[in-house]
């Protein structure tokens, strides 16, 4: 049974999303769950690249010692070529994330450098972003173990 279901069972109106959480109803519904909408692709597509970029900008800020919200000429290379790799990748049905990922698609000096920041940022992102760094691991996890 789905949430929505569970909520109708017990007489209550299925509140609208938005208004006591963020995500929609629908997406309880262990139906749907597993079934990427085009919609749903491109979500996680974005999460990635926020994800990658928020990263990216704590490992320059605390490396290359730049300022809140700027980046290097170096990081931003990288960030723009990130971004880009997100929004080329055919795989992104079946993962969210670059580490969940069976081809490596980046150059060699760039996967160095982005793997340079993983390294860093990773660990460090539960004290600058907790909600996403638990997330990501939620996420990965589940991934996982769809993928095997
Ligand atoms: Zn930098």
Redesign the pocket.
């Known amino acids: 049974m789905c949430r929505a279901q569970r909520i109708k069972r017990r007489g209550q109106s299925i509140q609208p999303a938005g208004k006591h959480c963020t995500s929609t109803v629908l997406q309880h519904c262990r139906k749907d769950r597993g079934k990427n909408t085009l919609k749903d692709i491109e979500k996680k597509r974005e999460y990635e690249k926020r994800v990658v970029h928020d990263m ?1 900008v704590l ?3 605390k ?2 010692k ?1 300022a809140k919200g700027v ?6 290379q ?1 960030d723009t070529y990130a971004i880009d790799r997100s929004d080329k990748c055919p795989f992104m049905e079946q993962k969210t994330f670059c580490s969940n990922c069976h081809v490596h698609c980046y150059q060699p000096d760039m996967r160095e450098q982005i793997r340079a920041v993983m390294r860093f940022s990773g660990p460090r992102m539960i004290f600058h972003h907790p909600v996403t760094a638990v997330r990501h691991v939620i996420l990965t996890k589940r991934e996982k173990k769809k993928i095997r």
């Open positions: 990216i490992y320059c800020r490396n290359h730049t980046l290097c000429q170096q990081c931003a990288l």
